[in-house]
C-alpha cells in the first residue's frame, strides 16, 4: 500500500482546511487508516482514524469537534477536514494505514505511510 497526502497550507487562526490521503493498493476491510501530525520538536501524535470496514470514526480530544475524517472506499481516499484552526495545530500530517486493525491510537501498529503535508495555521 502506498499512501499520499495533499492539502497542507498556510491558513489563519479560525480557518478550514481540507487534507486528502490516496491509497494506492488494496485497502483490506480489517484496515484502520489514520491521520497523525507532528509539530517541530514534538513527538508524532494521533490526530483521528476511521475504520475501513464499518466507519467508525476515533478523534484525538484535541481536535474533537473541530475535525472530521472521512473515507471514500470507492475512490481508496481518506479525507481529513480541518475547522476553527489554532496555532497550535501547525505540524506537518502523515496519513498511514494499520493493517492489523487494533490498537487504534499507538503509530507503531501503522505501518504505511505517506509522505506528510505541512500545516501552518498563523495567529
Known amino acids: 500500500v502506498q499512501l499520499q497526502a495533499s492539502g497542507g497550507g498556510l491558513v489563519q487562526a479560525g480557518d478550514s482546511l481540507s487534507l486528502s490521503c490516496a491509497a494506492s493498493g488494496i485497502i483490506y476491510s480489517n484496515f484502520i487508516m489514520g491521520w497523525f501530525r507532528q509539530a517541530p520538536g514534538k513527538e508524532r501524535e494521533f490526530v483521528a482514524a476511521v475504520t475501513w470496514r464499518n466507519y467508525k470514526r476515533i478523534y484525538a480530544d484535541s481536535v474533537k469537534g473541530r475535525f472530521t475524517i472521512y473515507r471514500d472506499a470507492a475512490k481508496n481516499t481518506v479525507d481529513l477536514q480541518m475547522g476553527s484552526l489554532k496555532p497550535e495545530d501547525t505540524a506537518v500530517y502523515y496519513c498511514?494505514?494499520?493493517?492489523?486493525?487494533?490498537?487504534?491510537?499507538?503509530?507503531?501498529?501503522?505501518?504505511?505511510w505517506g509522505q506528510g503535508t505541512q500545516v501552518t495555521v498563523s495567529s
Open positions: 498511514a494505514a494499520n493493517r492489523y486493525g487494533d490498537d487504534t491510537y499507538n503509530l507503531r501498529r501503522y505501518d504505511y
